[in-house]
């Protein structure tokens, strides 16, 4: 499929490939609660009014009308920030959705700093962390407009509970056709062998643009890898990367607990423990300010990244080990 | 112990009676209400854990509902077309695995395994584990948001003047804001195919709900929130029946605020505080089952005399 060429926002391809999903589902109904014109969900309520449900702004209502759409045989799309959807609703998300294994898809929007102006009390850094420790949810973070709209496509096709985040601000190309699949929801983007940058969301086109400084700069050749699916995280594919580059920085717009880098130093501790370090929200909230300024004040930026993997680099060791034990994931396709 | 094992009424209700081809008479109901009373105390003096009180408090509404008011099969519990029963308060579950066990939707024995490690019945309400259960509960104040979703779902699947949703509040239910969001979200979608039943029977964990939260005119928030809105008798099996009838032929959605007593039909529960989340102990059930036993003999004997 042809993808958009041009930076978009993630949030608006959800809001275009939610429309195709009504089209070509009758089941698709969406929930939005006052905040549709922003999480893009409007394009799909101008187009089926009577699949649409803005609830207000009561997100717990929403999320348990969600549970009872789905158990009544509808496919629900719930949107809101990420900071209600997943803050201020996780019991109903809890018991109504992941509990019962219902095929809703909580497709927040204006996740992280990046949403920028209206500060802390909107920009969620632990949405994904609450999602991944939830039983039976899943959690995909796309990189850039063309791979959100895959994500959402491909949402329908899952029986699962899924946690789908998206973002304000308009993100560089890094798929230039809508991808096929996510795949196993972990792309190698640019092959390296010193060392594995492994982003997600927000961060993978920095990600990219770090390698290159490190290699115009220092000659470093960094491999770079975006995980869209951090729950569940493909290990085999994720340990390939550590076992070819001994080292790794991984880069969240998210506290750096709970999210992305725990879930790669998880796979790494069990089975090829090698220094990963982290790039993201550190134990402090967001502030006002533009996107772009919230972003290089907290060191979300191609050269925190790029800084990052410098310090790793001199704590790379000298020598690499192999896994002692575990499955033959170097022979993994 | 063989008194306390649940085994299945005598006379239980037939399929035609589930499908609604057969309507029972009051005094059926009123003694199908003390069968299952029966049975939740058997349940929680075995399992020696639960809320017998909470469930006792909505037994004749469960018995007005599964025995006469609400279209399902208990044959094909996914018939689309069924009505809805959620019960909003979870905590209630042994009086609905009283009244499904006797429609057959598992076996009745299953009813000796409540909250025990691999059995199918939970300490609350799970639709993935117990058959006829239509949406898990056990949170409060998310059941009737529950019911909303599933109302809508009905309605775009042109079931909304057939398929009507039931849930059964607790005082707990009503002290959750969200109660409120869905309350004003049912009226805002126009749903006319929701019944919220309150089980207020004023006693709440710490102490009677005037004490701990007083929520005050059930009948009139309701009413101010748009909602058809009517207070009646909670064990006053005629008004229930009445009421819950009545429901399903508004224009909007329906609350029936049932005054109930926690702990009804066993004398020593009866109105009083301190047997929240508290099981029977032997001796106690014992004496439960002996005014229970007593009531049904005298009911079913009343039958058979009206039969003859």
């Not at chain 1, 096929?180 to 927000?202: C, F, K, M, P, Y």
């Not at chain 2, 599964?66 to 018939?79: F, G, S, T």
């Not at chain 2, 299953?110 to 949406?135: C, F, S, W, Y």
Request: proline share 5%; hydrophobic share 40%; glycine share 10%.
């Amino acid at each position: 499929m042809a993808g958009k060429a041009e930076p978009g926002a993630t949030r608006n391809a959800y809001g275009a490939a939610l429309v195709e999903l009504g089209e070509a589902h009758e089941d698709v109904v969406a929930l939005d609660a006052d905040l549709s014109v922003s999480t893009q969900s409007a394009k799909f309520g101008a187009a089926f009014p009577e699949r649409f449900f803005n609830v207000g702004a009561a997100e717990a209502n929403m999320m348990s009308m969600a549970c009872g759409l789905a158990a009544t045989g509808k496919r629900p799309y719930a949107s809101t920030f990420a900071i209600f959807a997943t803050g201020r609703a996780y019991d109903q998300i809890r018991l109504g959705i992941a509990h019962n294994e219902l095929p809703v898809k909580i497709c927040a929007s204006h996740g992280g700093v990046s949403l920028g102006e209206d500060g802390a009390s909107h920009q969620m850094i632990e949405d994904i962390a609450l999602m991944r420790v939830m039983p039976n949810m899943s959690v995909v973070v796309p990189a850039d407009y063309n791979q959100a709209y895959r994500a959402t496509i491909d949402s329908y096709e899952s029986e699962e509970p899924q946690y789908l985040r998206f973002g304000r601000p308009a993100t560089p190309v890094v798929y230039e056709d809508v991808p096929e699949t996510l795949g196993t929801g972990v792309d190698v983007l640019r092959e390296g062998s010193d060392i594995s940058l492994i982003a997600t969301g927000h961060m993978v086109w920095r990600a990219l643009e770090a390698a290159e400084s490190l290699e115009a700069e220092d000659g470093i050749e960094a491999e770079v890898v975006n995980v869209s699916i951090i729950k569940p995280i493909h290990s085999e594919s994720i340990l390939e990367t550590l076992a070819k580059t001994g080292v790794a920085v991984t880069a969240e717009e998210h506290r750096v607990v709970g999210g992305l880098s725990d879930a790669v130093r998880q796979v790494a501790a069990e089975q090829h423990p090698v220094p990963i370090f982290a790039v993201g929200m550190g134990d402090e909230f967001g502030i006002s300010g533009t996107g772009e300024a919230c972003m290089e004040h907290f060191g979300l930026t191609a050269r925190g990244i790029a800084d990052r993997a410098r310090e790793a680099l001199l704590l790379k060791p000298i020598v690499s080990h192999p896994p002692l034990f575990g499955p033959d994931w170097t022979s993994a396709p | 112990m063989s008194r306390l094992r649940s085994v299945p009424d005598p006379h239980p209700p037939s399929k035609e009676l589930a499908r609604g081809e057969i309507e029972p008479t009051i005094a059926e109901l009123e003694r199908w209400a003390t069968v299952h009373r029966l049975d939740c105390v058997r349940m929680l003096a075995v399992a020696k854990s639960g809320h017998l009180d909470s469930s006792l408090s909505a037994a004749d509404i469960v018995s007005a509902l599964y025995n006469r008011v609400l279209r399902h099969d208990p044959e094909n519990p996914a018939w689309h077309e069924r009505d809805r029963f959620v019960l909003c308060k979870g905590h209630a579950a042994p009086i609905q695995y009283a009244a499904l066990a006797h429609h057959g939707y598992f076996p009745h024995e299953d009813l000796q395994g409540l909250r025990k490690i691999g059995a199918p019945l939970q300490g609350h309400p799970d639709m993935n584990k117990t058959a006829g259960v239509e949406v898990s509960t056990g949170s409060l104040g998310q059941g009737l948001s529950m019911c909303v979703g599933i109302g809508l779902a009905l309605r775009l699947d042109g079931l909304e003047d057939t398929a009507q949703v039931f849930g059964v509040l607790s005082d707990g239910d009503c002290q959750e804001g969200q109660t409120w969001e869905a309350a004003t979200a049912a009226v805002h979608f126009g749903l006319r195919n929701i019944t919220a039943i309150v089980d207020y029977n004023h006693l709440q964990t710490d102490g009677t709900t005037e004490q701990v939260m007083d929520i005050g005119d059930m009948r009139a928030k309701f009413e101010a929130f748009g909602w058809d809105s009517i207070q009646i008798d909670g064990h006053d099996m005629e008004a229930i029946v009445e009421a819950l009838e009545r429901s399903r032929t508004l224009d909007r959605p329906a609350a029936i605020i049932a005054q109930t007593k926690k702990g009804r039909g066993v004398s020593f529960m009866e109105g009083r505080f301190g047997f929240h989340g508290k099981p029977p102990s032997p001796e106690q059930a014992v004496e439960a089952l002996e005014e229970l036993e007593a009531r049904l003999e005298e009911q079913t004997a009343a039958l058979q005399q009206e039969a003859e």
